[in-house]
C-alpha cells in the first residue's frame, strides 16, 4: 500500500549541501515511522537516519549526527533529509522507507521491516 517517491540527489563538492525529498502517496506519512538507508559503493546497506511518528523525535547514525536533519511535512505528506557539511563517504544511493505498521512506537535498523521504498536518489560528494 502507497508509495514513495525519492529525489534531490546530486553531485556536490565536499562542505556542500543536498536536501532530499521523499513524497509520499497513497498513504498518510504521519503516521508511519520512517527512515532514510544509504548504499554506499561496494558496501551493504546501511541505516542513517528515522523519524517517529506523535512527536516526531529523530535518530541518526553516528557519522551523520550534526550535519544531517531528517523531517517531515505533514501537509505536502514528505519526508526530507538536510544534508550539510557533506563528506565524499556520504557518496551513495539514499532511499526513504516506511515502516510496515502505522504508529510504530519502538525502534528499526532491519530493512526486513519496511514494506514500503523510494527509487533511490544518488548523492556523490566529490571535488
Known amino acids: 500500500e502507497g508509495q514513495l517517491v525519492g529525489s534531490g540527489g546530486g553531485l556536490v563538492q565536499p562542505g556542500g549541501s543536498l536536501r532530499l525529498s521523499c513524497a509520499a502517496s497513497?498513504?498518510?506519512?504521519?503516521?508511519?515511522?520512517m527512515t532514510w538507508f544509504r548504499r554506499a559503493p561496494c558496501k551493504g546497506r546501511e541505516w542513517v537516519s528515522a523519524?517517529?511518528?506523535?512527536?516526531?523525535?529523530?535518530t541518526y547514525v553516528d557519522s551523520v549526527k550534526g550535519r544531517f536533519t531528517i523531517s517531515r511535512d505533514n501537509a505536502k505528506n514528505t519526508l526530507y533529509l538536510q544534508m550539510d557539511s557533506l563528506k565524499p563517504e556520504d557518496t551513495a544511493v539514499y532511499y526513504c522507507?516506511?515502516?510496515?505498521?502505522?504508529?510504530?512506537?519502538?525502534?528499526?535498523?532491519?530493512?526486513?521491516?519496511?514494506?514500503?521504498w523510494g527509487q533511490g536518489t544518488q548523492v556523490t560528494v566529490s571535488s
Open positions: 522507507a516506511r515502516y510496515r505498521t502505522r504508529y510504530y512506537t519502538d525502534s528499526s535498523y532491519d530493512a526486513r521491516d519496511y514494506d514500503s
Open positions: 497513497g498513504f498518510t506519512s504521519k503516521y508511519y515511522y
Open positions: 523519524i517517529s511518528t506523535g512527536r516526531s523525535s529523530t
